[in-house]
RNA sequence: GGGCGGCUAGCUCAGUUGGUUAGAGCGCUUCAUUUACACUGAAGAGGUCACAGGUUCGAAUCCUGUGCCGCCCACCA
């Protein structure tokens, strides 16, 4: 045999060649494991659905973290002969990259979505995605992902769309999926409607109007926005505030500068009476909290914005102003007025939208929600604490996943947050006015045009909804697209064949483990419980691990626009993949900030350097042995050493303890076996007599093949290349554990 | 306004249920070096575990409070 080692290791070089090794053993695929004898039935199955990234997209750092996290998880679950699937997929990921297509077209060509229709346009999206496919999944597979490609799954495809209209048509018939007219957010830049979720926060300055609408108005009112009170229909006032009990129910028409407002004076308990002025002009087109109360009250309703943040008026010198520009006309001429009382500086929360950046401006719009209070129940519930037949929601359902201890989120603390995130949960907006995604499943009569999505009004509820089209060809498709999460929601089931009750869904179903961000846990991890609940009747996985953000060594966030963004596939190339790998996880506790720097990859990459170094030195000094030779003491403590380490790294393992696992590993392959039981043995190679050499041999060999294993699971593609020349004939991947 | 997390060696962070002289990596100091590895080895310096109380035989770890830093949630118009 040969016992020459070649003296460099060329992480690159091996990876692409161990990579394409492991694929054509075929056992990233489970069935082929069990078929060769790989699995043991008593190990018991375990499943991850790959969170997907986005086709559109490139690897980023975060997508490596996930990766080398989910890796570990599976490598560690086949070794120990589970039936071990990790199912991999892409996400459309609909208003991204819509717009990412767009904006590229409109470099190319100068021409919008608008001009090409909306066939032709989805064609380009097609076929952008399809090209750009291939360079994620090739990432994918370049960070060492033991994934079963046989099963790759896309949110789009066919087996997707089927399953996402069957799921909404089954929570349409359960009455969970309604159509309504009201205030909306809406996204004037992305030119859709987004859920409460796609906002964000910005923290601004922005100044603090007190005014009278008139002069002939009693009292005045305050605001940020004067440009919105074009449609105020009333004056809210708290009915315990003797400043204004005596107007309560008064009405009152005023001449807003040049607009005629008729103000109704309406009581509600919800108004402080310490802010502003105690009185709250009421704008029930463009606030959810004044549309709850036009709707108790019985107030009309006046939009003066449109979807383009435009004023809508009588006025001919502010229709068609952008809000702010309004805003300044009406305030001079309230100035001048006379009717403006007070001016103050003011830091507020304005909303944007997640994906554009866009303000958010709150409209009165026809569109599909999901109701989370209605009531219904399973036929059969396997979630504790949700008897089947008995009354339930989708809110309890989510809660009841969690609290019931059949879903555990690591880290605990999360818990609370997705509790309270249910707590605080309304009805869910689905429908987008965007073309790329799962176009919604209904149909309208053809004269019902005014009913489709621009509509201003909700007319006769005449649609059909179903899987597939209706009999009569000449209705009309509604032209809006699904909420991306409505598809991410079913991906653990609609991956394993759902609604179909198929072999996959039986075995793999609910998966073992969700792994992903914890900057995610709303948009995705809950709805995916909310879906699984009300579709299966049971949780989506048993397990969650979120894990944290990987951000620069100074703590900052990666971006392109910040320049520090680092690239995992630059750096794999540069310091192998095995070292990314485990500089993404040895001292990244789930739910904890990791902070990448490249000094931390290279450190990692001797690591490597050192495995494949030890390995030569055993290699170079292989002897033949005929049996097992005799130990002495201390070779005998370090194998019982080597024993009690083995299972301190199991056990971290089994309690999805990576970073512990991945440091001790570390820890003793290069201070304990390299630089103790190496050195220790050295000496029997140059001067010891042939039954010293046999045991250091037997020794050394015996360690570093069992250290392997360990390593395997973080260091997959080092670990790989030593042991085929140790075992040529075996595969790492599919040893042991044990 | 609520909630959560962090504050441990110069830097980045571990420290699982409270238990002996508090750990790692990087950095630093000194030494070693033609035979696995300089992408190395050996030895070492460096910490009142944010602060103040408390519980305990014993606290980085549990409790209370304070201070910074960060994050999440919330319709103060």
């Known amino acids: 045999m040969d016992t020459e080692m070649e003296p460099k290791y060329d992480s690159k070089a091996n990876e692409e060649r161990i990579y394409e090794k492991w694929l054509h053993s075929g056992y990233f695929n489970p069935e082929k494991c069990e078929a060769d004898g790989h699995t043991k039935k008593e190990a018991g199955v375990f499943s991850i659905v790959l969170p997907p990234p986005n086709v559109t997209g490139t690897l ?18 086949r070794m120990k002969g589970s039936k071990t699937l990790w199912l991999p997929g892409t996400d459309h990921a609909a208003i991204a990259t819509q717009s990412k297509v767009e904006s590229i077209i409109y470099k190319k060509e100068g021409v919008n979505r608008h001009d090409l229709g909306r066939e032709e346009f989805l064609k380009r999206v097609d076929a952008y995605a399809k090209e750009s496919h291939d360079t994620i999944t090739n990432q994918i597979r370049r960070m060492g992902a033991s994934i079963d490609w046989s099963r790759e799954a896309f949110t789009l495809d066919e087996k997707r769309n089927f399953a996402v209209k069957t799921a909404f048509k089954q929570m349409y018939d359960a009455g969970l999926i309604y159509r309504d007219f009201k205030v909306v957010n809406w996204d004037p830049k992305g030119q859709t409607v987004i859920s409460d979720d796609e906002i964000v926060y910005e923290e601004r300055k922005a100044k603090f109007y007190t005014f009278k609408y008139s002069a002939d108005f009693p009292f005045a009112i305050a605001t940020t926005r004067p440009e919105t009170k074009l449609g105020d229909t009333a004056v809210a006032v708290n009915p315990n505030d003797d400043r204004f009990k005596q107007y309560i129910g008064k009405e009152f028409e005023v001449n807003f500068v040049g607009t005629k407002l008729n103000i109704k004076i309406i009581a509600d308990e919800n108004v402080d009476i310490e802010f502003g002025t105690g009185a709250l002009g009421v704008t029930p087109a463009h606030s959810q909290i004044d549309w709850d109360m036009a709707q108790k009250n019985n107030l009309p309703l006046k939009q003066v914005i449109n979807e383009y943040a435009r004023i809508i008026s009588d006025d001919p010198e502010l229709t068609g102003k952008k809000t702010i520009e309004a805003r300044e006309v009406i305030i001079d001429r309230l100035r001048t007025a006379g009717l403006l009382v007070k001016e103050e ?38 979630i504790n604490g949700v008897a089947s037949g008995e009354p339930t929601t989708l809110k309890k359902l989510m809660r009841a996943s969690v609290e019931g201890g059949q879903i555990k989120i690591n880290p605990e603390r999360f818990e609370k947050v997705y509790y309270h995130w249910i707590d605080n949960l309304r009805d869910w907006c689905i429908s987008r006015q965007i073309w790329y995604g799962h176009r919604i499943p209904v149909w309208y009569p053809p004269e019902a045009d005014s009913l489709q999505s621009g509509g201003q009004e909700p007319s006769a509820d005449k649609f059909y909804v179903g899987v597939n089209p209706p009999e009569d060809k000449t209705w009309i498709q509604d032209p809006d697209t699904l909420d991306t999460w409505f598809s991410s929601g ?85 310091y192998g993949a095995d070292a990314v790998r485990l500089s993404l996880i040895i001292g990244a506790a789930p739910g904890n900030d990791v902070k990448l720097s490249e000094d931390r990859v290279r450190g990692y990459r001797n690591f490597s350097t050192k495995i494949w170094n030890a390995a030569r030195f055993v290699m170079m000094n292989k002897v033949e042995l005929a049996e097992t030779p005799k130990l002495n003491t201390s070779q005998k403590q370090r194998i019982e050493e080597f024993s009690a380490t083995k299972k301190e790294i199991t056990e971290h393992l089994e309690k999805f303890e990576l970073h512990l696992a991945g440091e001790k590993v570390y820890h003793y392959f290069w201070h304990t076996f390299a630089d103790k039981v190496i050195e220790e043995n050295k000496e029997y190679f140059k001067t010891g007599t042939t039954i010293e050499k046999q045991s250091a041999y037997y020794l050394l060999e015996k360690l570093l093949l069992d250290s392997l294993k360990l390593l395997h699971p973080f260091v997959p593609f080092v670990t790989e290349a030593v042991y085929e020349k140790f075992s040529p004939e075996k595969l790492l991947l599919v040893e042991n554990w044990d």
């Not at 980023?60 to 679950?77: K, P, S």
């Not at 507020?348 to 989370?372: C, H, M, Y």
């Not at 793999?508 to 961000?517: I, K, Q, R």
């Open 345 to 382: 500086e003011i830091t507020q929360n304005i909303s944007t939208a997640e994906r554009t950046g866009g303000i958010v401006e709150p409209l009165p719009k026809l569109q599909w929600f999901i109701d989370v209070n209605k009531e219904f129940s399973l036929v059969n519930s396997k």
């Open 490 to 574: 079913l991906w653990t089931f609609s991956t394993l064949g759902w609604p179909e009750n198929s072999e996959d869904l039986k075995t793999y179903h609910p998966t073992t483990v969700l792994e992903t961000g914890y900057d995610i846990i709303f948009f995705w991890v809950a709805r995916m419980v909310l879906m699984s609940g009300f579709l299966l009747g049971e949780v989506p996985f048993k397990n969650v691990y979120l894990h944290g953000l990987v951000r620069d060594e100074k703590g900052r966030k990666m971006s392109k626009s910040l320049g520090n963004a680092i690239d995992p596939l630059e750096l794999s190339d540069k």
């Open 60 to 77: 980023h750092i975060g997508h490596a973290a996930m990766l080398a996290v989910e890796d570990i998880m599976v490598r560690f679950a």
